[in-house]
């Protein structure tokens, strides 16, 4: 199987307005923003494969003390709730960013992540198989093949994946 990578990112809180409070501290966040569920991205977390994290940066808003991060971040690596490549670095990026003024406050803390993982290879090789099914039915190429710098659709495909 090959590893593929994509930077996909995760938000929390996602809530509706009529939703109960929600905890919110640093280390909540942070959690919730480790987990897969968090991720905006459909890739399908295939068993019998270590998925690893590259690189992440999360960006964390609202009142922070800096104590609280250092705090979260060791009881994370404590409990190894994020796997890294053995090859990187093994950091968790994180900043704070003050809230604008001029939005309502409706958590403490909300927190955004952008991480670089290899989870999305699900999305790929579906992408991939979808397009040699329609490589090999010759669908919507018609247009192309009139071009003659367009012949290599017929064996790109395979050559490259």
């Given amino acids: ?8 990112e995760g938000f929390t809180p996602l809530r509706d307005s009529d939703a109960g409070s929600m905890k919110t501290s640093v280390g909540d966040v942070l959690r ?3 987990q897969p569920r968090s991720m905006m991205s459909s890739a399908v977390m295939e068993s019998g494969f270590n998925h690893c994290v590259l690189s992440a940066l999360a960006i964390l808003q609202g009142r922070i003390d800096p104590m609280e991060i250092y705090s979260s971040l060791a009881r994370i690596k404590s409990k190894h709730e994020i796997s890294f490549a053995p090859w990187g670095s093994g950091s968790l990026n994180i900043t704070q960013c003050r809230r604008s003024p001029y ?6 803390v909300s927190g955004l992540m952008l991480c670089n993982n290899t989870n999305v290879a699900s999305i790929f090789q579906g992408n991939l198989a979808q397009c040699e099914t329609l490589l090999e039915k010759k669908a919507y190429l018609t247009q192309y093949t009139k071009v003659g710098c367009f012949s290599f659709l017929n064996w790109q ?3 490259f994946f």
């Fill in 1 to 8: 199987m090959s590893v593929s990578v994509l930077i996909v």
């Fill in 157 to 159: 495909a395979r050559r």
């Fill in 32 to 34: 919730r923003l480790l």
């Fill in 103 to 108: 939005l309502a406050e409706t958590n403490r």
